[in-house]
């Protein structure tokens, strides 16, 4: 069972993105392991809808925000399960060479995605390092607009918002960002792969569906409802080139690329939000069970990728050279050990969270 304030179909799409990634990391069909980048940029739209939800919920309820509450909350949330588990990556690098601490340093500040690109120790954490600077700034900006008003929050009904142009704005900034930084910096490869302020359009696209899920339901439902067939028909045809271009080499993929990613997931999401028969559409078209299991890999999706790097790890010392039977290991494993996070880790310190911490009354 799901747990009952959890949407089975969200979890469903976080499920499908876990996933991806780890095709992505453990190779069994060539084209999927090329696509499976766009796991990441699906967790990027997903946190910004969710993560901007709670402020968005909160401001409607409360008329502000607790910025720091929300900051503590989220801290109980990534870090125990993060910085437990990266004593097990650092071992490793322990036993098999002297660590650099200021590289530990670099990972544990969230800093990698700049200094170093990927990470240190755990090389998939310059994604975590997105999410952080992104909770920071969101908190940041929000507090600024409800508590401080910096400008009015003001939904116009039959215009566009300041808060819409504003988000609009950056979107566009960030990709003209990337475009330069790309042409100027043609070596670093990686670091225009992960710095945040080249990335963070895709958890801020989130944020702009949030407020429109949130504030005008009614015309996003009309548009959406309105045009359908072409909007998931337009979502397809974004994804098309992913299985054949892989992000790292590709000017198109870092610059453009990313965006079109996110409007495709974008759309996805809205049609996953809007539709009421999601879950007997998921249901008929890959079955009840194999719906609710996903759904559940979905719960716990940041365990897993969290943990499923040092499973591929493991296993290559596994006496096993067939290809199909050590990813199914890696899965399996994966899982598992992700299902074991969750209950023995992160609701241990959820727990501890709500008792000190506990939401606004």
């Known amino acids: 069972m799901l747990p009952q304030n959890r949407l089975r179909e969200l979890d469903f799409l976080r499920g499908i993105a876990i996933i991806l990634v780890v095709f992505r990391h453990k190779e069994v069909i060539h084209f999927i392991q090329v696509m499976g980048w766009i796991g990441v940029d699906l967790f990027f739209v997903l946190s910004g809808f969710l993560v901007s939800g709670l402020l968005f919920k909160e401001y409607k309820k409360y008329g502000s925000i607790d910025a720091k509450l929300f900051l503590i909350r989220r801290g109980f949330k990534i870090y125990p399960v993060f910085y437990l588990t990266y004593i097990l990556y650092i071992i490793p690098r322990i036993i098999l060479n002297k660590p650099d ?36 700034g969101l908190a940041l900006f929000l507090w600024l607009i409800f508590n401080k008003k910096v400008f009015q929050f003001k939904v116009v009904e039959n215009s566009i918002s300041k808060f819409e142009v504003f988000l609009i704005f950056i979107l566009i900034t960030v990709l003209i960002l990337r475009v330069i930084s790309n042409i ?4 670093e490869k990686v670091r225009n792969t992960t710095m945040s302020h080249l990335r963070m359009d895709s958890l801020l696209f989130g944020v702009l569906i949030s407020y429109w899920y949130y504030f005008r339901i009614d015309k996003l439902t009309f548009f959406y409802l309105s045009n359908k067939f072409k ?19 590709s000017f198109f993929v870092k610059t453009i690329g990313f965006t079109i990613i996110y409007l495709s997931f974008g759309i996805l999401l809205i049609h996953f939000l809007i539709d009421k028969n999601i879950n ?6 890959f079955s009840i069970k194999l719906v609710n299991f996903i759904s559940k890999i979905g ?7 969290i943990i499923h790097t040092l499973v591929i790890f ?3 010392f596994f006496p096993i050279n067939n290809k199909i039977i050590t990813f199914i290991l890696v899965f ?8 074991l996070i969750i209950s023995k880790v992160e609701n241990y310190f959820l727990d501890l969270r709500d008792k000190y911490y506990p939401k606004r009354l």
């Not at 100027?184 to 070596?187: T, V």
């Not at 007997?280 to 078209?285: C, P």
């Not at 399996?332 to 299902?339: P, T």
């Open 184 to 187: 100027q910096f043609p070596d």
């Open 332 to 339: 399996v494993i994966s899982i598992y050990a992700g299902f």
């Open 280 to 285: 007997n559409q998921l249901d008929n078209l």
């Open 231 to 249: 909007l998931l028909t337009l979502s397809f045809l974004m994804l098309l080139f992913t299985p054949f271009i892989d992000q790292l080499d």
């Open 101 to 136: 601490l200021k590289y530990i340093i670099f990972d544990l500040t969230f800093t990698q995605n700049y200094f170093l690109g990927w990470g240190y120790a755990y090389a998939q954490s310059w994604s975590l390092a997105v999410e952080e600077h992104f909770y920071f």
């Open 299 to 305: 719960v716990c999706s940041y365990s897993i990728y």
């Open 314 to 316: 493991a296993v290559k």
